[in-house]
């Protein structure tokens, strides 16, 4: 019997053995078929940060508006005071308050940077260089940082100078005005375009007339 009983024992152990070591190597191999944690944290694309450092570049600049104005017509200001050619579509306003002066604009509807503003100034001294004088001097009217481009008469210049909007100058001029009695006072003008525009420009400002 004890002869017996230990091959059989043996025979046991070894079926134990082996039934544990098959069960390793399975547990082993599933665990290589699991994915790790860190595996799966390592494998997020990244990329997201470059995209969103790269759309915040965008430009604001809007370039100007140099194409035509458009057909100029003879509009006259609503009170009769005076007649300029403008675009027909151009808006008249009125936003003075009670003074010695008046100030009128016309503005462009597909263009807000594009304007025309006219000063009706009664102030006949501060046209003359001395007091009393009888001697236009439409220099002395000149904005500061403007230069002078011509003088087509002793009581009218021109001058450009530059503009707020990026693209667009200032093209202006100023009139000395007077009456039976002497120099009664100034115009100026000052006509806001794409700085191409300077000939249309000078058309606009040539074309002012005050009512008699």
Request: charged share 10%; aromatic share 4%; net charge negative.
């Amino acid at each position: 019997m004890v002869t017996t009983a230990k091959p059989l024992l043996a025979a046991l152990v070894g079926v134990a053995l082996l039934a544990a070591a098959c069960g390793s190597s399975a547990g082993h191999n599933e665990a290589a078929k699991k994915p790790h944690l860190a595996d799966t944290v390592t494998s997020v694309p990244t990329s997201s940060t470059t995209t969103t450092s790269t759309s915040t570049t965008t430009s604001t600049t809007v370039p100007p508006n140099t194409a035509a104005i458009g057909p100029l017509v003879t509009r006259t200001q609503p009170q009769g005071t005076y007649s300029i050619s403008l675009p027909a579509s151009w808006v008249f306003a009125n936003p003075s308050v009670p003074s010695d002066h008046a100030t009128n604009t016309w503005t462009s509807p597909s263009d807000p940077n594009a304007v025309l503003t006219v000063l009706l100034s009664g102030c006949g001294g501060c046209v003359v260089a001395t007091p009393g004088s009888t001697t236009p001097d439409p220099t002395l009217e000149l904005p500061a940082g403007a230069t002078l481009t011509k003088t087509v008469a002793p009581n009218q210049i021109f001058y450009t100078n530059n503009s707020s909007a990026a693209g667009y100058t200032d093209f202006g001029t100023v009139i000395v005005t007077d009456n039976s009695t002497g120099i009664s006072g100034f115009v100026k003008l000052d006509a806001v375009l794409a700085s191409s525009q300077s000939a249309t420009a000078d058309t606009i400002l040539s074309s002012f007339k005050l009512s008699s």
